[in-house]
T-cell receptor
Framework: AQKITQTQPGMFVQEKEAVTLDCTYDTSDQSYGLFWYKQPSSGEMIFLIYQGSYDEQNATEGRYSLNFQKARKSANLVISASQLGDSAMYFCAMREPRVGNNRKLIWGLGTSLAVNP | NAGVTQTPKFQVLKTGQSMTLQCAQDMNHNSMYWYRQDPGMGLRLIYYSASEGTTDKGEVPNGYNVSRLNKREFSLRLESAAPSQTSVYFC?????????????FGDGTRLSIL
């Protein structure tokens, strides 16, 4: 069965440093997508970055990049030059194979990141 | 640019009361979802709707019903609220047709059942 594992319940990083949040996944499908979301203390879920299983390049969006290692089934989020506003919960999710007209997301339990000044 | 709008933002109910959580999206998305989020348990899918007129159970559907009123609106109903349904509820929507489309979330409804 498809599964997402985020092994770091909590992380700390100094402001302006880079941080890597781990995500490993388990799937037997060849076609899948991986997503990262941010949830600040205010509660909203914010989409950050997407990586497709067939993408040859690692995805990047501003200060966010995804270290995609397909053979190891890992999709780690890298945040460069951390800012105080990066303090939040971060969720990794995987798109299930198509079932009918729908592709549901499978979610990890999240990593809480605290950025220290 | 409203995106996904959920109402209400907060609600307190007594055990046994009923209520409907409303969700509307203005992005012309086909798929809509209802999740609940509890501490330490991540996001759990309650129900989803792949298109107008269709609904399917997710991981934790017991105690809930849904209605896909039209393409824009997807409501979640608690017929007889229980304390175990105290949670934060999120509605989301997405475009389908490719695996790269993210789900877009509303701001959530914080529901407490006494």
């Amino acid at each position: 069965a498809q599964k997402i594992t985020q092994t770091q319940p909590g992380m700390f990083v100094q402001e302006k440093e880079a941080v890597t949040l781990d995500c490993t996944y388990d799937t037997s499908d060849q076609s899948y997508g991986l997503f990262w979301y941010k949830q600040p203390s205010s509660g909203e879920m914010i989409f950050l970055i997407y990586q497709g299983s067939y993408d040859e390049q690692n995805a990047t969006e501003g200060r966010y990049s995804l270290n995609f290692q397909k053979a190891r089934k890992s999709a780690n989020l890298v945040i460069s030059a951390s800012q105080l506003g990066d303090s939040a919960m971060y969720f990794c999710a995987m798109r299930e194979p198509r079932v009918g007209n729908n592709r549901k997301l499978i979610w990890g339990l999240g990593t809480s990141l605290a950025v220290n000044p | 640019n409203a995106g996904v709008t959920q109402t209400p933002k907060f609600q307190v109910l007594k055990t046994g009361q009923s209520m409907t959580l409303q969700c509307a999206q203005d992005m012309n998305h086909n798929s809509m979802y209802w999740y609940r989020q509890d501490p330490g348990m991540g996001l759990r899918l309650i129900y989803y709707s792949a298109s107008e007129g269709t609904t399917d159970k997710g991981e934790v559907p017991n105690g809930y019903n849904v209605s896909r009123l039209n393409k824009r609106e997807f409501s979640l109903r608690l017929e007889s609220a229980a304390p175990s349904q105290t949670s934060v509820y999120f509605c989301a929507s997405s475009e389908e047709g490719g695996s790269s489309q993210p789900q877009h979330f509303g701001d959530g409804t914080r529901l407490s059942i006494l």
